[in-house]
């Protein structure tokens, strides 16, 4: 990852305006990949990272909210923006309930999708920052080792947990004394 240029995925089937909003981009120093349907996003994340995905609702071949569904089922915490004609609240919610982190409508302030962007990079960088090596976690009588997915309780006993259980905790650990947000647990887990 090139912490000086992010790596934007812009997915827009519309080829005049995905080809003005890449070349906005790359002038504010953004390395973009474009993308103009549903299946070829599926295949651009599961082969490179990106810093933030772009993501149009209404696409030929797979819709944006399906397309955001399977990312969030592969664990996949990349931020994704969604830029919509679709403009109803009804529309809002559900590409939030679905996985989205922001929602903008089409037409858009230039200046907005910028600002929107940077804000959401620069919050899952520093997310992606906090220590996400750790191994294992002792506390008083108990261990948890995170890449065997176990814990020893204070008895002793070994204890088998699940991916979720093993996120969570570590999430947990990683903002200790702090209060963690609903919506960063769901975000992360």
């Known amino acids: 990852m090139n912490i000086d240029k992010p790596s934007l995925l812009l997915v827009e ?5 995905r080809e003005t909003i890449k070349l906005n981009l790359e002038l504010e120093g953004y390395e973009v990949t474009t993308v103009d349907n549903g299946p070829d996003v599926l295949k651009a994340v599961k082969n490179e990272y990106f810093d933030l995905i ?6 030929p071949e797979m819709d944006g909210i399906t397309v955001c569904e399977n990312i969030r089922m592969q664990n996949n915490p990349v931020p994704i923006l969604f830029l919509s004609a679709k403009n109803s609240g009804a529309d809002r919610i559900e590409g939030l309930k679905k996985g989205g982190d ?3 409508t089409k037409p858009f302030n230039l200046e907005e999708l910028l600002l929107r962007i940077e804000k959401l990079i620069v919050k899952n960088r ?7 090596n750790m191994d294992t976690y002792t506390f008083a009588n108990g261990t948890v ?3 065997a997915q176990t814990a020893i309780d204070k008895d002793g006993n070994k204890v088998e947990l699940s991916k979720k259980e093993m ?10 004394d702090e209060v963690v947000s609903r919506e960063h647990i769901l975000q992360v887990v």
């Open 13 to 17: 089937d519309e080829e005049s305006l």
């Open 102 to 104: 922001d929602y903008l």
């Open 54 to 59: 772009i993501l149009d609702i209404m696409l």
């Open 145 to 147: 080792d995170f890449a």
């Open 167 to 176: 996120a969570l905790l570590k999430l947990l650990i990683q903002h200790k």
């Open 126 to 132: 520093q997310i992606l920052s906090k220590d996400t």
